[in-house]
């Protein structure tokens, strides 16, 4: 939106061309997103706990979790508010990947949004049904999936790229869509299960949504896509503004849900975030580095995972409580040592991710 101010300004005076800059963009993308974030968040808590829409606490979760019961919840939408309205602003809204990537993300809150709305508002501790999350899941991640498919425009955006080994480049033809699908379905579940203490969740997904931004930057421009033997992706390079949107909205979300928190993401956020970064990860053609630098996400969904079918299999469980950051609960480790250590993991993995765009 104010690109396109810039660009009818710039005919007046030639200083408004700064803002055709990506990194500018970048870096006003995040200013703008925290800014918001800090600004209406305090608001936003004051009417939550007024509504008196707290967080509800398992029975038999850990005790530690018993004094966060009516906690405000549903701070997502603080976050979802704070990125929709800094791309709006920044990004080239002639892009189609912007539209691609804020719809799933808006369409994935929304899912979220009526899950917390279920358990919080008509205390109907259910939510949402499973069987229908998940087929409005499937019929938003599947339409992207088909919709980028019908779109494409150049082969690099259907090949699988291996990290590490980039002279292998698989064709994935109809595949494609079947795999965009999985990631974003996948990736919004897999944030959602990691949702669970204070900051878990949000600043692994601050990390990974900063690194893919680099990811967008640099597969969207010609000779650095070139240099790094990467996919060149043409409309790719926009995407950063988004991820710095992410980011800066992550880091203001923060502010108010770093230990002890004083609101809660719900999955209004986490299964919007999740779906974000999947969506960002298959535009840019690194679902495989996501599942790296989402390693945390990974973990956390694996445990879940493993409790249930060993439960189902053996009556047996692996875990105390799953997800694993449960576990770690369980085991007496105070919920700010697992968070920080949580983070430091994701610290590792993004660097791991980052490195594949030099090691071949």
């Not at 800059?21 to 608001?43: D, E, F, K, N, Q």
């Not at 229908?132 to 088909?146: H, P």
């Not at 033809?173 to 996948?186: K, P």
Request: one cysteine or more; a positive charge; aromatic letters at 12%.
């Amino acid at each position: 939106m104010l690109l396109l101010l810039s660009e009818y300004l710039s005919q007046f005076y030639s200083g408004f061309n700064v803002f055709q800059y990506l990194t500018l963009r970048a870096i006003l993308g995040v200013m703008t997103a925290l800014g918001i974030a800090l600004i209406i968040g305090p608001t936003m808590i004051r009417h939550l706990s007024f509504r008196q829409i707290g967080q509800v606490v398992r029975q038999d979760g850990p005790e530690s979790h018993f004094s966060k019961k009516g906690t405000p919840t549903m701070g997502g939408a603080l976050i979802l508010v704070a990125i929709a309205v800094s791309t709006l602003l920044w990004a080239n809204l002639s892009n189609r990947y912007i539209w691609v990537v804020l719809t799933i993300t808006l369409a994935f809150g929304l899912i979220g949004f009526v899950d917390d709305y279920i358990k919080l508002v008509r205390q109907d501790p259910r939510g949402l049904l499973s069987r229908y999350k998940y087929f409005w899941q499937s019929v938003f991640g599947g339409g992207a999936a088909v919709f980028l498919y019908m779109t494409t425009t150049v082969p690099a955006e259907t090949q699988l790229i291996v990290p590490f080994v980039k002279e292998i480049v698989i064709p994935l033809g109809g595949w494609y869509m079947l795999l965009t699908y999985l990631v974003i379905v996948g990736s919004s579940n897999a944030v959602n299960l990691t949702d669970g203490l204070d900051g878990l969740a949000i600043m692994p997904t601050v990390m990974v949504a900063a690194a893919l931004g680099l990811f967008s930057y640099v597969g969207g421009h010609f000779e650095f896509a070139t240099y790094l033997q990467i996919p060149y992706i043409p409309s790719a390079g926009e995407l950063v503004v988004f991820c710095a949107a992410m980011v800066g909205a992550g880091l203001g979300f923060l502010w108010f849900n770093t230990y002890p928190a004083q609101v809660f993401m719900g999955d209004v956020g986490a299964l919007a975030l999740g779906a974000a970064l999947g969506t960002v990860a298959v535009l840019v053609r690194q679902e495989l580095v996501l599942l790296i630098m989402g390693g945390v996400f990974v973990i956390e969904t694996l445990s879940v995972m493993i409790q249930v079918g060993s439960y189902k299999l053996r009556g047996k469980r692996v875990f105390l409580m799953a997800p694993i950051h449960h576990h770690y609960e369980l085991k007496g480790w105070p919920e700010p040592r697992i968070i920080v250590r949580f983070w430091i993991v994701t610290v590792f993995l993004v660097l791991i991710g980052l490195a594949t765009l030099k090691i071949r």
